[in-house]
């Protein structure tokens, strides 16, 4: 009686065990997901590579997007998608789109574009809905790239290349393509440094924190070192130096088009501007002195002294016509007067240097609007004239006495 009752109560442990793994089982079963992961073992197919894989993934209704990082020092990555709610055995299909030239599942190898299979069970042995697979994939090798200044190809001793998704030039002669030619490296402590006469732009090795013109900076990527080089992000450093960059995307390379830099231009003409100056001998009574060169249409305003004349401020102007032409020679600017009145408009304020001759607006109606706002060209009667917002600024910044220099050329 004993050993019927011990093995009654045996069977009833055994019934509750298997029912229990049955419940489990059935729970597990009925357990619902909302999420999806991909982990990618990535094998580089070269130094340069994308920055980003794309890929989507489809439920057969909806379709969801994820991006992953790769690069250079990427060997994993793993793709999480967050998807409508699903119970396990609910297939989907995974497109790679971009970043990835193929990816092997369970030995078959799949190209770029193609479809993946992909089926989420129950695991048996642990009873847990399974929503995570394993692949390999090669990362996408970029095009080599072709380097030009303003369309005019320029030769490199080591190349332009893509590197972590970023395209980088060579520190010195891709600046140098965009007209910035003057660079001082410090190995040893990674500081970039170039000279765009008085200005100044430094950077570092592996850190994206820059200065330029007396700013703080931040570069989309730090310089690095490739081919024993020191490289900069060459679409940061044409930002910074306000070059234009036109990317040309052909079937077996890049062309990397930049423009000279308009800082460079802007800072080269202003030091040839004040070489002029400061070599034609021209003194003033106060620290200020004024050019107007008529061929340029051009007044500059220049600060400091004899020989020692620092350009600050440039304005298109409008100048004499040919049967009035604009005087030439050095004067001081003698009077300063509110307006001159017309019946229709007036001009003013009136900076007067020679007789009849000064430096006044364009032609304004009494109720403050252009009426003739023309300058860049010879138009007046002899007068040098300015839009409103230009010789209010200077008159309220250049002093009577000041020197007006007008040149032909």
């Not at 009654?8 to 357990?31: C, H, R, Y």
């Not at 971009?98 to 369970?106: A, K, M, P, Q, T």
């Not at 600046?175 to 008085?198: C, K, L, N, Q, S």
């Amino acid at each position: 009686m004993k050993k019927k009752g011990f093995l009654f109560l045996l069977s009833i442990v055994a019934a509750m065990t298997f029912m229990s793994a049955i419940f489990s089982v059935s729970a597990s079963s009925a357990q619902t997901l909302s999420t999806v992961d991909i982990e990618f073992q990535i094998k580089s197919a070269e130094v340069n590579l994308p920055s980003e894989a794309n890929l989507t993934l489809f439920d057969g209704n909806k379709k969801y997007y994820a991006t992953v990082i790769i690069g250079s020092s990427v060997d994993s990555a793993i793709a999480h998608f967050d998807v409508d709610p699903f119970s396990p055995g609910k297939d989907f299909k995974l497109t790679i789109e971009s970043g990835f030239s193929s990816v092997i599942y369970y030995d078959y190898k799949f190209e770029k574009g193609s479809e993946i299979g992909l089926w989420t069970y129950t695991d048996v042995n642990t009873s847990l809905p399974v929503s995570v697979f394993h692949m390999s994939a090669v990362a996408e090798k970029t095009k080599p790239v072709q380097y030009y200044a303003d369309f005019n190809f320029y030769p490199l001793t080591v190349p332009a290349q893509y590197h972590d998704g970023v395209l980088y030039v060579p520190a010195a002669e891709g600046a140098r393509a965009m007209g910035v030619p003057y660079i001082v490296y410090v190995p040893e402590t990674g500081e970039i440094t170039y000279y765009i006469f008085d200005d100044k732009i430094t950077m570092y090795l592996g850190s994206t924190s820059a200065t330029a013109y007396g700013y703080g900076y931040t570069l989309d990527a730090p310089p690095v070192i490739l081919n024993e080089y020191p490289y900069i992000p060459l679409l940061s450093f044409a930002e910074i130096v306000d070059a234009d960059v036109i990317l040309q995307n052909e079937p077996d390379h890049v062309n990397a088009v930049v423009s000279t830099s308009k800082v460079a231009l802007k800072n080269g003409a202003k030091y040839a501007n004040e070489q002029r100056m400061n070599s034609s001998g021209i003194s003033s009574s106060t620290n200020y002195m004024i050019w107007v060169n008529k061929s340029e249409y051009k007044l500059r305003v220049f600060t400091g002294s004899k020989n020692n004349w620092n350009q600050i401020a440039e304005f298109t102007c409008a100048i004499g016509k040919d049967s009035t032409p604009t005087c030439t020679g050095v004067y001081k600017y003698y009077s300063k007067e509110k307006m001159w009145a017309y019946s229709s408009y007036y001009v003013g304020p009136i900076m007067r240097f020679n007789g009849g001759y000064a430096i006044h607006s364009t032609l304004l109606r009494y109720n403050g609007t252009p009426y003739d706002n023309r300058v860049g060209m010879k138009l007046s009667h002899g007068c040098v004239r300015l839009r409103a917002q230009d010789i209010n600024w200077l008159v309220n910044t250049i002093p009577l006495y000041s020197t007006i220099y007008i040149t032909n050329s």
